[in-house]
């Protein structure tokens, strides 16, 4: 007895027969198990068993429709699969080895698989067919769609003289229908597995960025069938990265599909930080002498700052030191923010070598203005004009920030005027005028505690262009000038405790405009030399309230310099005569009443200034040349009685100020036709 089964994959069946048999088979001289092995003789008949055929002198599955495999004890079904003509029919039910089905069928269309049999990879279970005991699907095998009734036997092994019909077992089997499911190693006909979606990676590069800045969203996707990115971005298609600018800190979320509708997202943060801001960044002096130090300080937000040329960090609002200067250094200021984003400024602290010119800056320019040194070390700059209306106004030096500031302002417009330090610490600002029309008699002091000015008794004249000198009993000298009208020779005095004027009965012995004033510290009487023309030079006793003449200058000079050396002579310089400006210079010995001529100065000048300086020596500065404004400075050696050139100033000058700093610099001030500017020269 046998059993047959018939696997259909596709339009192909394999077909697999087990013979029982209980002896073996001759056919001529060979004996064999398996009919393959057989050889015969082609177009003999009988060469070969039932369902066989002789072919290239071996035994071989007949191609006929419905044939079967000669029985045989555990052969294998032929790998290729013989499609037989019943492969569309309905199957029946067949209990005999002889092929035929026996209930159902309207073909041959259940052949057996021996036990043992294996289908080979990617055969398909044909509708109704049964894989016979011990048969197996192997990896990839797929039920064909739309099979109805198909049962997988439970592998039991065929036992001879038993008809095993197709009953179902415990191994399970598809009933038909598309998709049947498969037996070991078995996978669905239609879509297969689908996998999960995967985001390996999502990220913003930065992830910290300044407002108003861009960064880049990027993701890494193996599986995934759509990618949406949140905060109004959407659908994203064809790219794996996005730019975008929030403007605030944000996160977005990823979100990945697959096709059946499951999805995992992931999320990525952008930080916005404000961008960095300097406000300032200053030297606290600058020029300074070679040699000197001064401090930096800056003012910035949103950020860390570090200043170059090996200061490294500073904090907002605190001053760190730049150490001992030789030569002149730009700082650079960098602040930057946690974005890596930076802002810079620089400052430059120029460094003055000896004999030098540095600029700095005034609020207001002037010429004929008055500069005091006040107690505090501050200077005080009060009125004139540039070549414009006179003003009012009145600034503040600091020698420590070498910067300007305004102060308090006069109640009249004043220039040509003079302006005293009182032994109480005020400054007297007498006279003077406006333009050419009026001249004043008034008075004001200036308080450098409030900054401000206040009237006080009026000259008992109307003077400009003329002298106020401190005498050693604190009350002040005032001299000549002129009213307006012509050149004065009268004097008056003014008491600081009265706050009143009083003329001097006794007059000058010459009328002097623009003419020089100081007090000899070893007599305590007062100097008065030049001034319009005049060649001889007085003395002014405070005891007696009197003039005397006390000899001549070497020649009659208007508007030269005077200035007292520490031997206590006096030393005049350039001036105009005769309608030519001079270089000559001379030296006045007020113990001998005489004067000499010196060295000459290497440029004739006029409306110069001359300031002694702690050395000894005295600096001369700027002034006109009767065709143009100088830019050149010369020193006077005492001792030697000689002149050198230094330095250039930076700027032409004339009727502008000089005064001498405690810190060994001079400083300039205004003059005529300039821009706001001052400078400081450098020994």
């Given amino acids: 007895m046998s059993t047959k089964s018939i696997f259909h994959f596709g339009a192909v069946r394999l077909m697999v027969s087990a013979f029982v048999v209980a002896s073996s088979f001759s056919v001529g001289c ?21 369902g066989y055929e002789c072919k290239a002198n071996f035994c071989a599955l007949k191609t006929g429709a419905g044939g079967a495999m000669a029985p045989s004890d555990g052969a294998v079904a032929d790998v290729l699969g013989i499609p037989t003509n019943d492969a569309l029919g309905t199957p029946g039910r067949d209990s005999m080895v002889d ?20 289908v080979t990879s990617g055969g398909v279970v044909a509708s109704g067919g049964a894989v016979t005991a011990g048969g197996v699907v192997a990896t990839g095998g797929v039920f064909a769609t739309g099979g109805a009734g198909g049962i997988v036997d439970a592998g039991l092994p065929d036992s001879p003289g038993l008809d095993v019909r197709d009953v179902p077992m415990g191994g399970g089997g598809a009933t038909g229908g598309a998709g049947g499911v498969p037996v070991t190693g078995g996978v669905p006909a239609t879509g297969g597995t689908i996998a999960d979606p995967v985001i390996s990676t999502f990220v913003a590069t930065p992830t910290t960025i300044t407002a108003g800045k861009n960064t880049t969203l990027s993701w890494s996707l193996p599986t995934a069938a759509t990618v949406t990115i949140d905060q109004g971005i959407g659908l994203m298609t064809g790219s794996l990265s996005r730019v975008v600018a929030p403007t605030t800190t944000t996160t977005y979320t990823l979100t990945a599909q697959n096709t059946a509708g499951k999805s995992v997202t992931a999320q990525t943060t952008v930080t916005v930080v404000p961008a960095s801001t ?17 401090t930096l300080t800056a003012a910035f937000s949103n950020g860390a700052g570090t200043i170059d040329q090996g200061k490294g960090v500073i904090t907002s609002g605190t001053a760190i030191s730049t150490g001992v200067l030789s030569t002149s250094t730009t700082y650079t200021l960098t602040v930057t923010n946690p974005a890596g984003d930076s802002v810079t400024a620089k400052v430059t602290v120029t460094v003055a070598s000896p004999g030098t010119f540095a600029g700095i800056t005034t609020l207001t320019p002037r010429q004929r203005h008055t500069a005091t040194l006040l107690a505090n070390g501050k200077v005080l700059i009060v009125g004139g004009n540039n070549s414009g209306p006179t003003t009012n106004t009145a600034e503040l030096y600091n020698p420590i920030t070498q910067t300007f500031v305004a102060t308090g302002a006069m109640a009249t417009q004043r220039e040509c005027h003079t302006a005293t330090l009182l032994t109480n610490g005020k400054v007297l600002i007498t006279g003077g005028q406006i333009g050419n029309s009026p001249y004043h008699s008034s008075a004001e002091l200036y308080d450098p505690a409030t900054g401000a000015f206040t009237p006080t008794g009026s000259m008992t004249t109307a003077r400009s262009w003329h002298t106020a000198t401190l005498l050693a009993d604190g009350t002040v000298l005032v001299v000549a000038g002129s009213n307006g009208v012509g050149d004065l020779r009268s004097a008056e005095l003014y008491n600081p405790a009265t706050g009143t004027f009083r003329a001097i009965s006794n007059v000058m012995m010459n009328t002097r405009i623009g003419h020089s004033a100081f007090l000899l510290p070893t007599t305590q009487k007062v100097l008065i030399v030049a001034g319009n023309g005049a060649q001889s030079i007085e003395f002014y006793d405070p005891v007696s309230e009197s003039f005397a003449s ?28 005769a309608d030519a400006v001079l270089g000559s210079t001379e030296v006045y010995d007020p113990t001998s009443k005489t004067s000499a001529l010196t060295g000459a ?8 200034t001359s300031t002694l300086l702690d050395n000894g020596q ?20 005492p001792a030697a009685g000689t002149w050198k050139t230094t330095g250039a100033p930076n700027t032409g000058r004339e009727q ?6 405690p810190d060994r610099k001079v400083l300039i001030v205004g003059g005529n036709g300039q821009p706001p500017g001052a400078e400081l020269y450098f020994y």
């Avoid at 060979?30 to 015969?40: A, G, Q, T």
């Avoid at 092929?99 to 294996?118: K, P």
């Avoid at 300097?278 to 001064?294: D, R, V």
Wanted: glycine content about 12%.
């Fill in 278 to 294: 300097i406000a300032s960044f200053t030297a606290a002096l600058t020029p300074i002498a070679s040699g000197a130090s001064t």
């Fill in 99 to 118: 092929g035929n089905a026996d209930s159902g069928g309207t073909g041959e269309s259940v052949d057996v698989a021996t036990t043992g049999g294996v």
């Fill in 656 to 661: 502008h100020t000089a005064t001498a700093l």
């Fill in 601 to 608: 100065l290497p440029e004739v000048r006029e409306f110069h």
């Fill in 618 to 637: 005295v600096l001369v500065v700027g002034g006109q040349n009767q065709t143009s404004f100088l830019t050149s400075a010369e020193l006077y050696d």
């Fill in 550 to 577: 006390v000899g001549s200058m070497t020649i009659a000079r208007s508007y030269p310099t005077a200035t007292l050396l520490p031997n206590n002579k006096v030393l005049i310089s350039g001036g105009w005569a």
């Fill in 30 to 50: 060979y004996k064999s198990l398996d009919p393959r092995e057989i050889h015969c003789t082609p177009g003999e008949s009988g060469s070969c068993p039932d």
